[in-house]
């Protein structure tokens, strides 16, 4: 979602705004040295002194002496006001210090009882019971798993889709269709985890031999559902980007529609498709409540869809369930955990969009 | 000329048969895509029925006004909805003003310069990063660090955590609804001597405001779902009172529903379902308004 609104402030509709922008500044500083413009505050306190509403309308061209003081006043008051707008958007890069200061800080105190390399390398995962062993590969494995499977679902499907809303839909079709993805979206996660538990779950446990309870595989399958939409919406803006002269030139040249769809558009959006899939991915790795319902908390190095495994993100909740007390190991993995999480999911984020950047085509 | 004639004559115009096979590929591969898109709606639908199926016999009036329970029977979401209802609005009061404020500048005041790219770029990370991380930075700073002001494991931390979350879909949705009013409009109050401040105030803002509504009912709609940064900065599971305060302790609808939907006895997920009808209505009353909001009052400049 980030990552096509972004390319869109490259767009042309962010042009004459900051042009719009310039004017004033040349205003400002204008009225600090010299006498300034009426502006309406001063129309309206004029008005009051002087003499008739003849004046009101049309304004002495000699100002009075003391608006040059209501001037200055003005000129700090337009200042405040820009400072403290400007906190208010400061305020996203503080958040972002805080949560590396906080994960790393964390970590830190974290990486002193467990080496790091052990942290990274390990092969199991037992904080929570003696012998405690603190390697995460398990639930890296978890995250993995549960992303590749969802991966599975929704690319295919979600192309799919984009292809059939941007290519074919009729506008009746796609005035419905498109708010159903859109609900599908908004459903919160942990529905999608009871959906996966109740629905899910026994329908996999009916034709697949050795399916448990909980299982990596039911988790995927609704982490996909959730963010078919995500790859659909991305990859059919990115379709819907694509000129009519390309296709116009395809059809010209005796091209059917599925020709046009496959190799004119699809290869033309290509770069806006991959981003999409990155950042789905990057969101499956990141989801939470589906995975802690549907997979379980046993955390296993596995690549057996049927077995119960544990995410990174089911692990923070499954200790945040817990009565762990602040500053002991246990509760200090938590943010060793979160900060692989955080590094991976940004990595991922920050490749999808450089991605989408770097192999865009740009079309005059 | 018959009708047989015609239809022969048809037959001598018909495409060669390497196209036919093309266009027959071509109809094949429509079905696909049409089955791909089908199948969000089938889930959807599977969904509903589901959750309706399981839990619309629940929903009785004793289930509204009745706390937590470990008897099924005697089980309500009372603190559920007030804790989830005290917590929307706090994030409200505290998101709003933060994130319009945070586009304005975005939009009108800063230039097109290296501070201005990096906030934006910012903004835009933020919004993918895993709603989990933020409960690991609430329990941090809200809970841990900010604890004798907030009060520990509260309603208003939990706000706090959530308005974090939300801040950049609001501050996003909010500068395209800036950046959809027409420059024009800016030209002509600075025109008539306005100040920048003057021009925002009385132009710009009022031109946007179904746009930046509508952003922020969607951003709280996704934040009346959230779960698992509230788990982490601990909303109880089980509570059996309303909250007083932004200082007091809580619990929200999705947690409860985590809560049921954990157990393995078949009660507490009807339960579940019946708190999922409530959370879904209430969401998607949310969306229909923002949607309702959006074509009421579009402009098309």
Redesign the interface.
Known sequence: ???D??SR?EGP??G??????R???A??PASETEG??????ELESEAEAGPGPAEQVQPAPVLPRRSLAAATA?TW??RA??G??????????L??V??VV??VW?SVAFFQRVPILEFLTGTRWTPLFLPQHFGVLPLVAGSVLVAVIAAAIAI??????A???S???PDRARRI?K??????A??????????A???VTPILRSFIPGVGIFNALSAGVVVG?MV??LI?SLSEDAMSAVPRALRQGAYALGA????V??RVVTPAALSGIVASFI?AI??A?????AV??AAGMTPNLTLDPRESIQTM?AY??QV??GDTP?GSIEYRS??AV?LA??VI??GM??FG?WFLKRYREVYA | MSAAEIRSGRALLEAPPELQARRRKGKVFQWVCLSATLVGVVVLAALLIDVLVDGVAWLTPAFFTEFPSRIPERAGIKSALYGTIWLMVLVAVISFPLGVAAAVWLEEYAGKNWVQTVIQTNIANLAGVPSIVYGILGLAVFVRWMGPITGGRSVLSGALTISLLILPILIIAAQEAIRAVPSSIREASYGLGATKWQTVRHHVLPNAFPGILTGTILALSRAIGETAPLIMIGALTFIAFVPEGPRDAFTVLPIQIFNWASRPQDEFRYLAAAAIIVLLVLLLSMNALAIWLRNKYRRDW
């Open positions: 979602m980030t990552a609104r972004d402030r509709e962010a004459p705004d900051r042009e719009a922008a004017p004033s500044e205003v400002g300034p413009g009426p502006s309406v505050d003005r008051r337009e006001i820009g403290a707008l400007f906190t208010a958007g400061a305020l996203s890069i958040t972002t805080g949560i906080v994960l964390e295919p499907l979600g192309l799919g889709s292809v059939y809303l290519e074919y839909a269709l708010p159903v993805l859109e609900v599908l908004g459903i919160p996660t942990v529905v999608y985890g009871y959906f538990l109740t629905f559902i078919l939409p659909a059917t529609k599925f020709e769809a496959t950042l990057s969101r790795i990141g989801e939470t409540m802690v319902l993100t923070i909740v945040s369930l602040f938590i943010f979160g999480l955080f999911t940004l984020n920050v969009r």
